[in-house]
């Protein structure tokens, strides 16, 4: 601002200058105005035969020599120059009081740009520090969270790191040196589980491939109890059968129980634990992404609800509702049948789009 100040002040300075110069120089004596030229246009005819020859006559009648004389004038096309000539003159300063203005306006330029430079000198930022926009953002902008790649070989993306929770006990333990024991799962448990999935995967390899190709392949018994470990509960034995058959699905056909629950595997239900458990508790394992809610089993009861409050809601401490099915087995064979016989399950009927399972 101080810059554009000196530079209009400097600006005055030099105009007033130039127009003490131009009134102190000998003005040239103004030229004699020419003559009008003689008219361009015919006298009238003065006979009837060129009367007769002209065509009919104007409603105004013909123009006469002198209405001819008197348009055709020189300065006829200029009524500005006219109207600008016609207004006062304005005098300009000038003598001792002019020149002491010129010699200010001047000094106060040169002093503005002075302390401008001044001021750029004593406050103008060190080398390599960041100021404006960048100094604010890089002053209050949150830590980024390093995402991990997706497995260059399989192209499964990588377990998420944990997310924080309000709540102590939902944080993840820390597990030792040693391996964790593993439980075995029940066979009765482990039969009907696989029952269950042959009948999707039969369903889903006729009517849904995309999604049939989904699936992985199962979980490893030490993973599991890795997995439990890291949460401090046992996972339910129907939700352990169904991660050693298929360690959940990848991909936008993902396999998803109704309405849009994509299925997680055990990396992912380790790294949602902390935010399904401040939702109300209950191990995750699957995930709604438009909405931010959780499929959670209960690991005393093993009853199965959804958990919300994420992405979609704003109360982050309302429970699940653990009674939508009795058990993950519950649920994973109301799902076989819906696909099976076109049934609902929870009100959602599966509908199949480009070889991708959806739920309507």
Same mark, same amino acid.
């Given at each position: %601002?101080?810059?554009?100040?000196?530079?209009?002040?400097?600006? +005055?300075?030099?105009?007033?200058?130039?127009?003490? =110069?131009?009134?102190?120089?000998?003005?040239?004596? +103004?030229?004699?105005?020419?003559?009008?030229?003689?008219?361009?246009?015919?006298?009238?005819?003065?006979?009837?035969?060129?009367?007769?020859?002209?065509?009919?006559?104007?409603?105004?009648?013909?123009?006469?020599?002198?209405?001819?004389?008197?348009?055709?004038?020189?300065?006829?096309?200029?009524?500005?120059?006219?109207?600008?000539?016609?207004?006062? =003159?304005?005098?300009?300063?000038?003598?001792?009081?002019?020149?002491?203005?010129?010699?200010?306006?001047?000094? @106060?330029? @040169? @002093?503005?740009?002075?302390?401008?430079?001044?001021?750029?000198?004593?406050?103008?930022?060190?080398?390599?520090?960041?100021?404006?926009?960048?100094?604010?953002?890089?002053?209050?902008?949150?830590?980024?969270?390093?995402?991990?790649?997706?497995?260059?070989?399989?192209?499964?993306?990588?377990?998420?790191?944990?997310?924080?929770?309000?709540?102590?006990?939902?944080?993840?333990?820390?597990?030792?040196?040693?391996?964790?024991?593993?439980?075995?799962?029940?066979?009765?448990?482990?039969?009907?589980?696989?029952?269950?999935?042959?009948? %999707?995967?039969?369903? @889903?390899?006729?009517?849904?491939?995309?999604?049939?190709?989904?699936?992985?392949?199962?979980?490893?018994?030490?993973?599991?109890?890795?997995?439990?470990?890291?949460?401090?509960?046992?996972?339910?034995?129907?939700?352990?059968?169904?991660?050693? =058959?298929?360690?959940?699905?990848?991909?936008?056909?993902?396999?998803?129980?109704?309405?849009?629950?994509?299925?997680?595997?055990? =990396?992912?239900?380790?790294?949602?634990?902390?935010?399904?458990?401040?939702?109300?508790?209950?191990?995750?394992?699957?995930?709604?992404?438009?909405?931010?809610?959780?499929?959670?089993?209960?690991?005393?009861?093993?009853?199965?609800?959804?958990?919300?409050?994420?992405?979609?809601?704003?109360?982050?401490? %309302?429970?699940?509702?653990?009674?939508?099915?009795?058990?993950?087995?519950?649920?994973?064979?109301?799902? +076989?049948? +819906?696909?099976?016989?076109?049934?609902?399950?929870?009100?959602?009927?599966?509908?199949?789009?480009?070889?991708?399972?959806?739920?309507?």
């Amino acid at each position: %601002m101080a810059l554009v100040v000196a530079l209009v002040a400097g600006a +005055a300075a030099g105009l007033v200058v130039v127009a003490r =110069r131009r009134r102190a120089a000998p003005q040239a004596p +103004a030229a004699p105005h020419p003559a009008p030229p003689a008219s361009r246009h015919p006298a009238p005819p003065g006979d009837a035969g060129d009367l007769a020859g002209r065509g009919p006559e104007p409603l105004l009648g013909w123009p006469t020599s002198e209405d001819l004389e008197r348009y055709d004038r020189p300065e006829g096309g200029a009524p500005i120059a006219r109207l600008l000539d016609s207004l006062p =003159r304005i005098e300009r300063p000038r003598g001792r009081k002019a020149r002491r203005w010129t010699a200010a306006l001047a000094a @106060l330029g @040169l @002093l503005v740009l002075a302390s401008q430079l001044l001021e750029n000198a004593v406050f103008r930022p060190q080398a390599g520090t960041a100021s404006g926009r960048a100094a604010y953002a890089g002053a209050y902008a949150e830590p980024a969270t390093a995402v991990p790649s997706a497995d260059p070989v399989t192209g499964v993306p990588a377990a998420q790191p944990p997310l924080p929770s309000r709540d102590p006990a939902c944080a993840l333990r820390k597990t030792g040196s040693t391996a964790p024991a593993v439980r075995p799962v029940s066979r009765r448990v482990t039969a009907a589980v696989n029952r269950q999935w042959r009948r %999707m995967e039969r369903w @889903l390899k006729a009517h849904a491939p995309r999604t049939y190709a989904s699936l992985n392949g199962p979980a490893g018994h030490v993973l599991l109890a890795k997995a439990e470990a890291r949460l401090g509960r046992r996972i339910p034995d129907s939700l352990r059968a169904s991660l050693l =058959r298929h360690d959940g699905a990848r991909g936008p056909a993902a396999f998803r129980f109704s309405s849009s629950y994509e299925i997680m595997g055990a =990396r992912g239900l380790v790294s949602s634990w902390p935010e399904a458990c401040g939702l109300g508790g209950g191990i995750p394992f699957a995930y709604d992404s438009d909405f931010g809610d959780y499929l959670v089993t209960n690991s005393a009861t093993g009853g199965v609800g959804s958990a919300t409050g994420g992405v979609g809601s704003a109360d982050w401490e %309302m429970p699940y509702a653990e009674d939508e099915w009795s058990s993950y087995y519950a649920l994973l064979k109301s799902t +076989a049948d +819906a696909l099976a016989e076109g049934g609902p399950v929870g009100g959602w009927v599966p509908v199949v789009r480009e070889g991708v399972l959806e739920w309507k």
